[in-house]
């Protein structure tokens, strides 16, 4: 009892007190500005071994000596009548009390943060963009490989909670160009860029790799690895820890954290990583060869779900690459093989929201909308933040009704990939559906300047110019789709001819039927006639590539008419809002009814 009150009287315990809050203090410092000054990981453990070899140390000072006015002296060579040991306590006392409401300070502050980024990632500050790795191979033949590398690496990355990761397509829509990395991360919205070079030799491959400051072109981490193929994996891995690590200590990763779904077959790795760059380029050609690709990647690793994911994907988009003549079995047909690729892929990998999120796509464009739904809702449940997923479910939301959903989903995948001419455009159908002609056409002209061979912007920008009356702007742009040969160059002489008619009805109900359903949706919202409204609206509804599904893009003239209220419930949508909730622009009448009519726009 008489040491414990000798060393509260020595003041022991206080300087105890003050040494760990110091010592707090300062690993939360060094975690947070080492990565910034690119110091590496092993100066914070030995910071963190310098404070705990201190911590006994200035137990041991403060027993032996004591602070008085002529200096440090031993404490035994002081007089208990000359101690100033209690005032001394006092002044810990208050130095305890500062640290430890510094601590709060930033314990509440860090929670703060927190809980903003469960709300949106990458909150917290730290922030990259994956570029593609340059292909350094010898014949310059190996750039499906040196992408696929990048996109592993980015994927592995994306997984990390807190850390902002820059969408695929937009980091890649900078592939080849020598664009200033400060502007590249003004563009991304992100403040590190990891690039690098793949080259390939036979059986070995050298990857480099670099992390960039964007805000000063400050090189944080850099390395070169040479290995076999065989490794490619555990390289990948190596790599994305490493940026990871140095982008903040305290992301809290795992092995296990950092291993995505792979194939141990070597070959089979590197046609699945061709397929896939195959796919995200699209036209008929690169998707058979992917499509003939996946077969042997199947065959060779049955149990490889990304590839089954790939497949689904594939087959859900093919038939925007068809000819308009091509019979309606046929897509049905591929939307089957997309249900059950998605199904073995889920059954192979359950975590997998791309499959969830092709599966529930299929189903909906099928009409089974329940299922459909539940799928997309399980996609995005697994990938909050993935941009296809919230794309995609974004898209089914528009052709069910729910506009305002459609249009929240599509702003989120643009703040993540901003660069993406498609997500642009979902996003102006969403703005179609809400009647916001303005906001559609900003959306549109966004599109096709990201994507100048995106065939629906061009379509759907065309006609919301005709919805606005700028005929000027209509023509310019199918002149320039029809130069592009995304569009027939029929269309800019289908829009002078309107143009000319606009103000005669007569003029203007002649041209009805003369140049197809989209233009005679115009005409006939234009002339105010129910009937002609509703047999454009159904002649474009049915055909093949729509399959029943665009129904909700009706104008409100339309949606009073008994045969639209007829057709959709003969879809089953009215099944699939009495079960989901209805969409903001309609509302239930008793049981067995409902009525929509909010006013919303035509094209898209």
Request: proline share 4%.
């Given at each position: 009892m008489q040491f414990l009150d000798e060393l509260k009287r020595r003041n022991v315990f206080r300087v105890a007190g003050v040494y760990l809050v110091v010592a707090w203090l300062t690993t939360q410092v060094v975690a947070?500005?080492?990565?910034?000054?690119?110091?590496?990981?092993?100066?914070?453990?030995?910071?963190?071994?310098?404070?705990?070899?201190?911590?006994?140390?200035?137990?041991?000072?403060?027993?032996?000596?004591?602070?008085?006015?002529?200096?440090?002296?031993?404490?035994?060579?002081?007089?208990?009548?000359?101690?100033?040991?209690?005032?001394?306590?006092?002044?810990?006392?208050?130095?305890?009390?500062?640290?430890?409401?510094?601590?709060?300070?930033?314990?509440?502050?860090?929670?703060?943060?927190?809980?903003?980024?469960?709300?949106?990632?990458?909150?917290?500050?730290?922030?990259?963009?994956?570029?593609?790795?340059?292909?350094?191979?010898?014949?310059?033949?190996?750039?499906?490989?040196?992408?696929?590398?990048?996109?592993?690496?980015?994927?592995?990355?994306?997984?990390?909670?807190?850390?902002?990761?820059?969408?695929?397509?937009?980091?890649?829509?900078?592939?080849?160009?020598?664009?200033?990395?400060?502007?590249?991360?003004?563009?991304?919205?992100?403040?590190h860029v990891l690039e690098g070079s793949v080259r390939k030799d036979g059986d070995t491959v050298r990857i480099t790799a670099q992390l960039v400051k964007t805000a000063d072109g400050f090189h944080v981490w850099s390395k070169t690895y040479d290995r076999k193929l065989t490794d490619i994996f555990e390289v990948q891995d190596e790599i994305a820890r490493a940026v990871a690590n140095q982008l903040a200590l305290s992301l809290g990763l795992s092995k296990d954290e950092l291993v995505p779904d792979r194939t141990k077959d070597l070959v089979a790795y590197q046609k699945y990583l061709e397929a896939k760059q195959l796919f995200r380029k699209r036209g008929r050609a690169n998707l058979e060869r992917a499509l003939l690709l996946l077969n042997e990647v199947t065959a060779r690793d049955p149990n490889f779900a990304p590839a089954w994911t790939t497949l689904s994907a594939i087959y859900g988009v093919l038939e925007y690459y068809e000819p308009l003549d091509t019979p309606p079995e046929t897509y049905n047909a591929w939307r089957a093989i997309g249900v059950a690729a998605a199904d073995r892929a889920i059954a192979l990998d359950p975590n997998d929201a791309e499959a969830y999120g092709y599966l529930g796509s299929a189903l909906v464009r099928d009409l089974k909308w329940v299922p459909g739904f539940e799928a997309l809702d399980k996609a995005k449940e697994l990938a909050p933040d993935n941009t296809e997923v919230l794309d995609t479910l974004a898209q089914e939301l528009q052709i069910a009704g729910y506009a305002k959903q459609s249009a929240a989903l599509s702003a989120r995948s643009i703040a993540n990939d901003p660069l993406v001419g498609i997500y642009h455009d979902t996003l102006g159908n969403a703005y179609v559906l809400l009647g916001d002609v303005d906001r559609q056409i900003a959306e549109f002209e966004k599109a096709i300047s990201l994507s100048p061979a995106l065939t629906v912007g061009y379509l759907n920008l065309l006609h919301a110019y005709i919805e606005a009356g700028r005929f000027e702007d209509a023509t310019t742009v199918a002149e320039k789709a029809a130069a592009l040969g995304v569009l027939p160059g029929a269309r800019s002489d289908a829009v002078k001819a309107i143009q000319a008619a606009w103000n005669d009805d007569e003029a203007l109900?002649?041209?009805?039927?003369?140049?197809?359903?989209?233009?005679?949706?115009?005409?006939?919202v234009k002339l105010g006639d129910g009937a002609a409204l509703m047999s454009a609206i159904e002649q474009s509804w049915n055909a093949p590539h729509q399959l029943d599904t665009n129904i909700m893009y009706a104008p409100p003239l339309a949606m009073k008419n008994p045969r639209w209220k007829a057709e959709v419930k003969r879809i089953g949508l009215f099944d699939l809002w009495k079960k989901r909730g209805f969409p903001a622009i309609c509302k239930p009448l008793g049981e067995d009814d409902f009525e929509c009519g909010q006013p919303v726009g035509t094209g898209g």
């Open positions: 947070n500005v080492a990565p910034i000054l690119g110091l590496p990981p092993v100066f914070g453990k030995g910071v963190l071994l310098l404070l705990v070899v201190g911590f006994p140390v200035a137990l041991v000072l403060a027993w032996a000596f004591e602070v008085t006015p002529e200096g440090v002296k031993l404490t035994k060579n002081v007089d208990a009548e000359e101690s100033i040991s209690a005032r001394t306590g006092r002044k810990l006392d208050y130095a305890i009390l500062a640290g430890l409401a510094i601590v709060g300070v930033l314990i509440v502050s860090e929670r703060f943060l927190a809980g903003d980024a469960g709300a949106g990632r990458g909150k917290r500050g730290e922030s990259v963009a994956v570029l593609p790795f340059v292909d350094m191979s010898q014949h310059q033949n190996e750039g499906y490989f040196s992408d696929g590398i990048s996109e592993e690496i980015l994927n592995v990355l994306a997984r990390i909670p807190n850390l902002k990761v820059a969408g695929r397509t937009s980091s890649f829509e900078f592939k080849g160009k020598n664009e200033d990395l400060r502007k590249i991360g003004e563009a991304l919205g992100v403040n109900r002649k041209l009805f039927g003369v140049y197809g359903a989209r233009f005679d949706l115009d005409i006939a």
